[in-house]
Each structure stands twice: as C-alpha cells, then as structure tokens.
C-alpha cells in the first residue's frame, strides 16, 4: 500500500452511478488526492438490510454499479481495498435459502454457525453471559426450515445476518473463492470485515479470543498468496489493536478520533500524545468511517484495566458531540436509531466540531501527522453535514453520515474554502518526504502539541497550540504552512 492518503467511499452515494463514474472522479476532479480507494461493499445487493455489508453473493458486482471489469477498470488508476466480509452472509443468499429448503441435505448444511456445534451438551446461564456482541441481546435468532424442522443459528449482528462456520468445508471454500475473484479483478487489500466475531468456543466471550488470532494468520496468509494485504478491522481495548496489529498487515487506529476531539474540547492533547507514542505504525488511521464515532477503543478494558480516557471524559465527550451537532448526533445514536454497534456515536465528524472549519483542519493535520496511512470518508472530504432526512427516512443511525450526493453538490462542495485547504493538507501528505521517517509526538509549553517527523534531511512538523487554536506546519523544502485561519 502506498504511503499516501487512501480514500474510502461507497460507489453509489458519492456518484448516483457506478464505477465508472467513480474512475472519473478519481482520475478529474480527485486527481492526485488519493494512493488508493477503500471501495465499500459493491456486492449484489448493494440496498439489503444492511447497506451492502450482508450481499446474497459476495462474488458478483452489483449490476447497478458495473461488472468486475469495471472493478479492474478502476485499479488503473489507484488501488482498490474491497471488503471480505468473513463472519456472515446474507439470510436470502443461496447457499442460506438451499439449507432452509434442505435442511441437513443441503450441500450447503455444514456451512451455517449452529447453536449445538458451539454448545452440543447445552450452554449454561453463565456461557450466555459471556459471550460479547455489540448489541443488546443473544447473538442467536431461532429458523424453521421448509419441513416444519427448528433450528438455532448463531446471527451476530441482526437476524438477516447468518454467521458462517469459517472452518467447515464450504466456508473455507467460500471465502476462498472470494479472494480469487478479488485476485482476478486486481483487488490489492482485502478489509477483513467482523473478523473478531468469526470464531465461536464454548466457556469463551466468542470475541478475538486466541483461537481468532489463529484464524486472522490463516486468512492473511491465502490474501497474500494471492498479492494482496490485509487490514483488520476490529473494535477493542487499545491494547489488544496493537497485539492485533503485530500479526497482521494492517489495523485501524480507532482511538485516534475521540483522542482528537478530546483535545479540540478540552484543550488537554495529554492522552492523545500518550497514545500516539505507542499506536501501532501499520495502522490505517481515520476520523470518520460509514460507522459511528468509536467511544469503545479509549475506554477500559471489561477485566478493570483503565482506558486512554476516564469513563467520565469519554461521557463529557459524547455530550459534547451532542451538543456541538445541536442534538442531531443523539437522535442517531444508541436506542435513539436501529443501530448494529451501541458504543459508536453517530454524527459527521465536520458536525462533531460544530462545523468549525478550523477545528476540523487541526483535526485532519493531526491524523495525517499520526503513525500509519491516513483515510478520508467522502462525506469527510466533501466537508459533509447530517443527512436528517435520510436519517427520518430509513430510521438506521449510521445513514445520518451516509448521504447521497450529486453532481452539483459535489461541485459545490470542491469550491469550498475548507476542500481547497484540505486538498493542500492531502497534497503535503503525499509527498513530503519526512513522512517516509520516524515520528516524535511531545507536550511543549502550555501544553500545545508537536509533532515532529525526520526522514534523513527531511523534516515536517506540526505544531497545535489548542489554548489559542493556533496551528502550522513547518518543514522542510517549503515556507510555514498556517493550518488556522
């Protein structure tokens, strides 16, 4: 993966076309922002109950957004990340339909994660308990197949979502065939979507336990067999990402988001100086995704271990964002909306930072500053605000920063003061050559932040003073670049 910014869009919402349409994107008004392009899942259906991410089949492109050569089309121009969604499939895919048709029969039969293959003597008041999921609720939904026939299956995530058996026969052989048809279509990242919930064992949280770690190696490796790395993504205690991140190509740096806005609301970079002097450096680092805010990544561990922040600043955070989103982020998120993932706060990251353009730029040079490769979400990009109506329309949380635009807004948007400016931040990223080096994160005086990167000769640093929201860059090769305004 190159060492430059990555850009991570759903086809569909940013263009109202396909992948052409993207390529045109990418190729004219986009030229030279972006190393590579995070395609959200294009999978048939991209509209099912959970925007793409439970396809009927993983292995065909959409019709509504092209074909597999279109796919091919694109990585012509950057490189393409699709998602491999290891942990479930769609209730209407085939496979799914043919075992309820079937039953034990069905070829198909050994492929579903059942009750019994995790509990055959039974599960006890106490392994219910401890089983983690990311919503209210046991991970199991009760099916009735077409004979009349009842059975338990484990669905992690909602009742459309059918957890797959990862290490029977057809779900190996699924998986892999996925990853032949990324290899053909020159696919050179693979995200390994809910990749910590594959793995299910009795007495266990069923939760990135060891036998997890066995099977993220085992995925990397075939990915890499067939030219591709691997990004996790996964939602967890800090310290587990960077245990995660030391055996495989890439992690998510999810703590870095809150951290940021914690400085910007308080004006203490303490506790993010802290973590960007430990974070993994093979991480992808974001601030905002087609998920919600993560507040989970800098809490405490479940076992009392503490957190990057204390349970009380990470309350005042999300009140915080409440209150600078003028309610609207609290009408997306938790109970308030159907939501997969209770511990995310749903809200543009620009309507996080009460649309404060110079608070939102401090925000981006801070991420592009931090260890590893930097991803910008298109609504982020474009310098997108809450999609209330999408929100009102479909009642899903997450849709509040899931917005459709088009041609002309698109255009509006690039005209923007804050595009332009955050253009030129993505430029220097991309090219300044200190960001090839080591980074030194430290508290100067009056608790303003540096950070400092050096490559050789070549130096950059970025330098926050949050007292007095004053921020620039200087480095080497060029005259000081003024963040605020």
Not at 151 to 162: H, N
Not at 338 to 348: A, E, G, H
Not at 403 to 432: C, K, Q, W
């Amino acid at each position: 993966m190159q060492n430059k910014v990555q850009f991570i869009t759903y086809v569909d919402r940013l263009t109202r076309g396909g992948f052409r349409q993207l390529k045109e994107l990418v190729d004219g008004k986009f030229a030279g922002l972006f190393g590579g392009v995070h395609v959200l899942p294009f999978f048939n259906p991209i509209d099912g109950a959970d925007a793409g991410f439970d396809p009927t089949d993983h292995t065909i492109v959409d019709p509504r957004l092209g074909d597999w050569e279109d796919v091919r089309a694109l990585s012509g121009s950057v490189e393409i990340m699709a998602d491999l969604i290891v942990n479930h499939v769609s209730s209407q895919s085939g496979a799914f339909t043919d075992f309820i048709a079937k039953g034990s029969a069905s070829e198909f039969a050994d492929m579903f994660m059942t009750f019994d293959k995790v509990f055959p003597d039974g599960a006890t008041e106490e392994d219910l308990l401890r089983i983690y999921r990311p919503r209210p609720g046991l991970p199991f939904s009760k099916v009735t197949l077409a004979d009349g026939t009842q059975r338990m299956l484990w669905t992690t995530f909602t009742p459309e979502q059918i957890d797959i058996d990862v290490h029977s026969a057809k779900g190996t052989t699924y998986l892999e065939t996925i990853l032949d048809r990324f290899s053909e279509a020159n696919v050179t990242a693979i995200r390994l979507d809910a990749a910590g919930y594959a793995i299910k064992k009795a007495g266990s949280s069923c939760f990135m336990i060891d036998d997890t770690y066995a099977f993220l190696e085992e995925v990397a490796g075939k990915a890499r067999n067939r030219g591709m790395e691997v990004l996790v993504e996964i939602h967890s205690y800090h310290r587990d990402q960077i245990e995660i991140a030391k055996k495989v190509d890439r992690v998510y740096d999810f703590a870095l988001p809150p951290l940021i806005l914690h400085a910007l609301f308080t004006g203490d970079a303490t506790p993010l100086a802290k973590w960007l002097a430990i974070s993994p450096r093979n991480a992808i680092t974001v601030l905002d995704t087609h998920d919600g805010i993560g507040v989970i990544d800098v809490g405490a561990h479940s076992d009392g271990r503490a957190g990057l922040l204390e349970p009380q600043a990470i309350d005042n955070l999300v009140e915080e964002i409440h209150r600078r989103s003028d309610g609207q982020s609290r009408q997306a998120t938790g109970a308030a909306a159907s939501n997969l993932d209770l511990y995310q706060v749903n809200c543009t990251y620009y309507d996080a930072l009460g649309r404060n353009d110079n608070d939102y730029l401090i925000a981006r040079a801070i991420q592009f500053f931090a260890p590893g490769i930097p991803q910008v979400y298109y609504v982020g990009l474009l310098g997108g605000v809450n999609d209330m109506d999408l929100l009102a329309k479909t009642g899903v949380g997450r849709d509040i920063n899931r917005h459709y635009y088009g041609n002309d807004e698109i255009g509006t948007a690039l005209e923007t003061p804050l595009f332009h400016r955050l253009s030129n931040l993505i430029r220097f990223r991309n090219t300044h050559p200190a960001f090839g080096g080591a980074l030194k994160a430290t508290i100067a005086d009056a608790g303003a932040l540096v950070l400092s990167w050096q490559h050789g000769d070549a130096f950059a640093e970025l330098k926050i003073s949050f007292a007095d929201r004053k921020a620039s860059i200087a480095a080497s090769g060029q005259s000081e670049m003024q963040i605020v305004e």
